[in-house]
């Protein structure tokens, strides 16, 4: 049985190293991609037809605490809404942020992390 691959980019360098993979990640069959509302360079480099979620960042720069909270709860709110719609036993991730939110909600869910 193959796997359901939960691909997820963080932000700048972060994409970048995972995006280099992408001929190979067509090989291997993605259920799905994961990137900042913030991230352009996305849109650009994925194949098309690829599904791509977009979810907040769960910090800001130079945010508050009382803003970094309220981040940080939408954040996983719309990483438990992808998990669910996607149903992935992998998560791939190179980037901070959404991607280790999403990695915990994922492994909370049964996925395997990278």
Excluded: Y
């Excluded at 972060?14 to 913030?38: D, I």
């Amino acid at each position: 049985m193959g796997h359901r691959i939960l691909w997820v980019l963080g932000e700048g360098g972060h994409s970048t190293e995972l995006l280099r993979l992408v001929p190979e990640l067509q090989a291997v069959g993605a259920v799905g991609f994961v990137a900042t509302t913030q991230d352009v360079l996305v849109d650009q480099v994925l194949p098309e037809g690829s599904r791509l979620d977009r979810i907040r960042r769960p910090r800001h720069k130079r945010s508050n605490w009382g803003g970094t909270i309220v981040d940080l709860v939408r954040c996983v709110v719309g990483c438990v809404r992808v998990v669910r719609a996607r149903r992935p036993t992998v998560v791939v991730s190179t980037g901070p942020g959404v991607g280790a939110v999403m990695c915990w909600v994922a492994w909370c869910s049964g996925a395997r992390v990278i």
